[in-house]
């Protein structure tokens, strides 16, 4: 796929054996997914800049996304940490030095959660003078159901996955105004990621029935949209092959300025490359 200058994706994560993985979430045994795996990868999504999320299997060990950046290099790479309220603001310090940028509240099931919705304000207002942002990656029913908690966020918040808005009803879930209210607020931000996640017709198709949600999105707040390629894809075995993401990402953002908004000049902003 031809490459836009500075394009991101803005949702990976990072095995390394090197790394201990301290919770049994998902069984990544098997697949190559160091850093050194997806720059081999990344051609084929036509970026060059990425940010790592720190998968659950670590909990709140967050040493293989800061080494994974070290790697890629600050100038191409950002991190998304999980963390406990009993980290220490020195230990905050140290993880944005080390190219993090934001938090994640992985809580769309409890099996595995490192975290409890409980954390998250008193968090949140940790990072505040950080300029970090929180990620969440709740289920549509949680939006809805957190609402109110929602709206105290004192820091800006991505939600992940599109919202994790179910078919075929997506457009019409209470979540779906919700979030799009917070995103043409400036105080939301959305990932156009995972579309396997909630898809009925499958890889076969090119996840065709996410289409028209990912047209909702783009129509409501272009300018509050990042693309990630979810990559090594650890919910979806056997995974989507890069020429499928790839194809996927065209479909979806067939005019250039769109490109140029989505894939570079938005998270240029969100990630501060």
Same mark, same amino acid.
């Given at each position: 796929?031809?490459?836009?200058?500075?394009?991101?994706?803005?949702? *990976?994560?990072? %095995?390394?054996?090197?790394?201990?993985?301290?919770? &049994?979430?998902? +069984?990544?045994?098997?697949?190559?997914a160091?850093?050194?795996?997806?720059?081999?990868?990344?051609?084929? %999504?036509?970026?060059?800049?990425?940010? *790592?999320v720190?998968?659950?299997?670590? +909990?709140?060990?967050?040493?293989?996304?800061?080494?994974?950046?070290?790697?890629?290099?600050?100038?191409?790479?950002?991190?998304?940490?999980?963390?406990?309220?009993?980290?220490?603001?020195?230990?905050?310090?140290?993880?944005?030095a080390?190219?993090?940028?934001?938090?994640?509240?992985?809580?769309y099931?409890?099996?595995?959660?490192?975290?409890?919705?409980?954390?998250?304000?008193?968090?949140?207002?940790?990072?505040?003078?950080?300029?970090?942002?929180?990620?969440?990656?709740?289920? &549509? #029913?949680q939006?809805?159901?957190?609402?109110?908690?929602?709206e105290?966020?004192?820091?800006?918040?991505?939600?992940d996955? %599109? &919202?994790?808005?179910?078919?075929?009803?997506?457009?019409?879930?209470p #979540?779906?105004?919700?979030?799009?209210?917070?995103?043409?607020?400036?105080? &939301?931000w959305? $990932?156009? !990621?995972?579309?396997?996640? +909630? !898809?009925?017709?499958?890889?076969?198709?090119?996840?065709? +029935?996410?289409?028209?949600?990912?047209?909702?999105? /783009?129509?409501?707040?272009?300018?509050r949209?990042?693309?990630?390629?979810?990559?090594?894809?650890?919910? $979806?075995?056997?995974?989507? !092959?890069?020429?499928?993401i790839? #194809?996927?990402?065209? #479909?979806?953002?067939?005019?250039?300025? /769109?490109?140029?908004?989505?894939?570079?000049d938005?998270?240029?902003?969100?990630?501060g490359?």
């Open positions: 796929m031809d490459a836009l200058q500075h394009a991101c994706d803005a949702h *990976i994560h990072v %095995f390394d054996p090197r790394f201990s993985e301290t919770l &049994a979430a998902d +069984d990544m045994s098997s697949v190559a160091a850093a050194d795996d997806y720059r081999r990868v990344q051609p084929h %999504f036509g970026t060059s800049r990425v940010v *790592i720190t998968p659950r299997n670590y +909990d709140v060990d967050n040493a293989v996304t800061v080494d994974a950046i070290r790697q890629l290099g600050q100038e191409r790479a950002r991190g998304i940490a999980t963390v406990r309220p009993d980290i220490t603001d020195r230990q905050l310090e140290a993880l944005h080390g190219g993090i940028r934001g938090l994640r509240f992985t809580l099931t409890p099996d595995h959660a490192p975290t409890r919705f409980d954390m998250i304000e008193p968090l949140a207002q940790r990072i505040r003078g950080l300029g970090w942002h929180l990620q969440l990656h709740w289920t &549509a #029913a939006i809805v159901e957190h609402r109110a908690l929602v105290r966020l004192p820091v800006q918040f991505v939600f996955h %599109f &919202a994790r808005l179910p078919l075929p009803d997506a457009l019409t879930h #979540a779906c105004a919700l979030v799009t209210g917070w995103l043409r607020e400036g105080r &939301a959305l $990932k156009l !990621s995972a579309p396997y996640l +909630d !898809s009925r017709s499958g890889a076969a198709s090119g996840y065709a +029935d996410m289409n028209a949600l990912a047209r909702h999105w /783009i129509d409501v707040a272009p300018d949209l990042v693309w990630g390629s979810d990559w090594p894809h650890t919910s $979806k075995q056997p995974p989507p !092959s890069p020429r499928s790839a #194809a996927t990402q065209r #479909a979806w953002f067939a005019s250039p300025a /769109i490109r140029q908004q989505i894939l570079v938005n998270p240029a902003a969100l990630y490359f």
